[in-house]
């Protein structure tokens, strides 16, 4: 597939003419990362929006003494940075590529005229930003309320519902993610990470297989959640 | 004013002309809440998005064993309830009128055909969800990384940023907050927030007037927030 082709074919431009998209098409910049390169820096002014190509990138947040806590790992369609730009601030957030990524950068003023001559668009830009809004309140109230083993619980499934592919053992989440990853998603020490997680693997719950999780039983997991 | 007046001056609709926001208030319910009235209950499922036209109302979600979690209060102009329509799912959070309160409240077929119609509407939904979402990743990260002080300070420039009236004294923040209240906003105990409030107050960074926190001195307390 072209690479024309291949941004066609984003769910972000799918109800598009052939002709708003040529003018859509116009006025992008198309950019490569390498691994572990950033796209921005939590606290830079904010001035781009980003669709992902290709590639996977990690959305975070550190703290000043050196903790990251984890907001999202972005796959192809996603859109990052709306939020700070139309808020008019700076990035909430660091973007890092955790593998080679291709993403679609339009200026604040390009953004806002596609916008405003084609509302399906803008429509899947309130979906998208509705969905992360979704999962950050339930972030949020995951590490205000719940206790470790109800936090990773928690987050296992909503990992599941977003990134789960079925498979023969159960469904797989498909993400490279370390034991220090899901750490900082949850915001607990890596030590009690991998000790929970010996626990739901004794406990029959998850097996771990090419450094992906296995959720084998998503109704007692949830159990796990209180 | 009329009824009518009061809804054309809300933001929301400001760029309409008259033919365009004759439309838009044809299929718009207008709804009456009294204090302590629920709009929707966490888990409900969401079928209705809302424009607050007067009053106040609180979004909150409550653990399962009764603990709150404050994640904001909504003033005047607020949209609210799109972010679960929108992602297809169930409210995550619920709302309460904190006082008497009007709301105009569309269903989402109707809001889904404003927004195509009116593109300038859909501008503004993605400026108020990218503000909400910006805040809520705010508002993870302080409960992830900081200390009981570092919370509460941040929490309090926070709302004197969103609720902040300049005053004689300092910064008086808008809204009539108990201890309760604050300690469900930093997910700390109530007395923790009282203990820390009169350090603040001690240090001259505070005073409480009416019910009303006046922050005097925002340079010294945003040295707390590390």
Redesign the interface.
Known sequence: MGDLACIRSLDLFSDLTDAQFAQVISCIENRSYSKEEFLFHEGDRASRIFVLKSGRIKLF?N??DG?E?I?AFLTPDSIFG??????G?TY??SAMAVEDSCALVFTRSNI?RI??????I??K???N??????K??????D????DARGRLASALLRLSSEYGKPSREGTVIDLNLTHQDIANIV?LSRTTVTNLLLDLRDNELITIKNHRIILKDQARLADWV?
């Open positions: 947040k703290s000043w903790k806590l907001l709306e939020d700070a730009v139309f808020s601030e909430s957030a806002e916008l405003l001559e084609n509302p399906g803008a429509v830009v309130i979906e930003l509705s969905r992360r809004l979704y950050s309140t339930n972030q949020v109230s590490i205000a309320f719940r915001s209180r």
